[in-house]
């Protein structure tokens, strides 16, 4: 088959350090999620190039975007089955990419088979957790590994910007601004006019109401469904439960079922519209039930869904320092401390944790810096690492607390 690969891409190097180390595993499925357009596939056209360069036969590569013409008709398991059939009369190990494989009812059949032939080194991406869910989960288990792509990372959006020629602001507020209004979604970069880009992003919310939602939720209501997803994505940051939101429905006049609420939300979670953020008792190492925060997987779906062109920047830096910690990996938990909170509490794949509270600034007052400190300098039972990230380039140090101006923090591309 003829190896199409895009050319000129950005290379986001924070995934694909990630992925490396898979590259020859044939034991291990690689499964890429994330929302749709955050950039799976130009991940996977970097992953293929990366193979030709060091070697690989273009022969070797197999490359199969479902949502594309000629296999955008496939969606049965021995069609799928078929065409990877047709192509694998080739020696050596076999590099087999399917993009947006859920279009396959029972795909996990096919692929469960090709990776038990033992030479195929298999990679996948999907746009929601239903990809994760049912016979892949079950079957697979420990044989696949889950790289969640999230869209451009602020540190991110000023590459990318960097690397496609756009101008850039020697003003990182000003970039800052640009980033919370255009969002993340990559090829919003490329679009000049902000009319353009929100448009840009509704078919992307259209898109994924039709594909990933409605596919898999019964949605008896679309304006209830509407309103739920406006109510959540509008409430970004804060900390909420299902019953508010229904008490907040009833007040108005609308009467909607807790447990409709909850499906409807679980359907924007699944489509990585919206990410949930639990509290966690940082004493007792617990989780807590009931309410949690959700955070925006793009700030774009926020402007994309209102008017309102104002900034709060309070659960905006949120958001920010939220996505960027996944980004490298992080588990983000919020912080319950006693009767006090911390926002997030940080946690790497080595099990160490970190504590992180942000504010936009701690210079207004006396008043406002004690707020901020109070409750990490309540944290006395570990010697974890403490930071506050501000806006402040006016930086102190206060009780071994780190002090750090959030857009250096990510721009230096720092760790916790």
């Known amino acids: 088959m003829k190896l199409d690969?895009?050319?000129?891409?950005y290379k986001r190097e924070k995934y694909l350090n990630k992925i490396r180390g898979f590259y020859h595993e044939c034991e291990i499925i690689k499964v890429l999620t994330g929302v749709r357009r955050c950039g799976k596939s130009s991940i996977m056209n970097l992953i293929m190039q990366e193979l030709l360069d060091n070697g690989i036969s273009e022969d070797n590569i197999l490359y199969f975007n479902l949502?594309?013409?000629p296999y955008n008709k496939v969606s049965k398991p021995e069609d799928l089955d078929e065409i990877i059939s047709k192509n694998s009369n080739i020696d050596g190990t076999k590099y087999l990419f399917i993009d947006e494989i859920q279009n396959v009812?029972?795909?996990?059949?096919?692929?469960n088979s090709w990776r038990e032939e033992g030479n195929f080194s298999i990679f996948i991406t999907g746009s929601n957790s239903y990809l994760l869910s049912g016979e892949l989960a079950t079957k697979l288990t420990g044989r696949y590994v889950e790289f969640n792509i999230l869209?451009?990372?602020?540190?991110?959006?000023?590459?990318?910007?960097?690397y496609l020629g756009k101008l850039i602001s020697s003003d990182n507020l000003v970039e800052l601004r640009n980033y919370i209004y255009e969002g993340g979604f990559p090829y919003t970069l490329k679009l000049d006019s902000m009319n353009d880009k929100r448009r840009y992003v509704q078919s992307i919310i259209d898109e994924i109401f039709k594909k990933d939602i409605k596919k898999r939720v019964k949605v008896k209501n679309k304006y209830s469904f509407d309103l739920i997803m406006k109510y959540i994505i509008n409430n970004f940051g804060s900390t909420i439960s299902i019953k508010n939101i229904a008490e907040d429905f009833a007040k108005n006049g609308t009467k909607i079922k807790e447990e409709t609420?909850?499906?409807y939300i679980n359907a924007l979670v699944s489509a990585k519209i919206i990410m949930p953020c639990d509290r966690f008792d940082v004493k007792s190492r617990q989780v807590l039930k009931g309410e949690k925060k959700y955070y925006l997987s793009d700030f774009s779906f926020y402007y994309s869904?209102?008017?309102d062109n104002r900034i709060n920047y309070g659960p905006a830096l949120e958001n920010i320092v939220y996505n960027y910690a996944l980004s490298k990996d992080y588990s983000v938990s919020v912080g319950k401390v006693g009767k006090l909170e911390c926002d997030f509490i940080m946690r790497d794949n080595n099990m160490n944790y970190s504590?992180?509270?942000?504010?936009?600034?701690i210079l207004e007052s006396k008043e406002t810096e004690d707020r901020e400190y109070r409750s990490l300098e309540s944290i006395t039972w570990d010697n974890y690492p403490k930071y506050l990230l501000t806006m402040d380039t006016l930086l102190q140090q206060r009780n071994g607390i780190i002090h750090q101006n959030l857009i250096e923090f990510i721009k230096n591309d720092m760790n916790f």
């Not at 009812?105 to 692929?111: A, Q, R």
């Open 355 to 361: 504590y992180v509270q942000i504010a936009y600034t």
């Open 5 to 9: 690969i895009k050319k000129d891409l």
């Open 67 to 69: 949502d594309k013409k």
């Open 105 to 111: 009812d029972d795909f996990e059949i096919v692929i």
């Open 151 to 162: 869209p451009l990372s602020f540190d991110e959006y000023l590459k990318m910007k960097e």
């Open 261 to 263: 609420i909850s499906k």
């Open 305 to 307: 869904l209102n008017t």
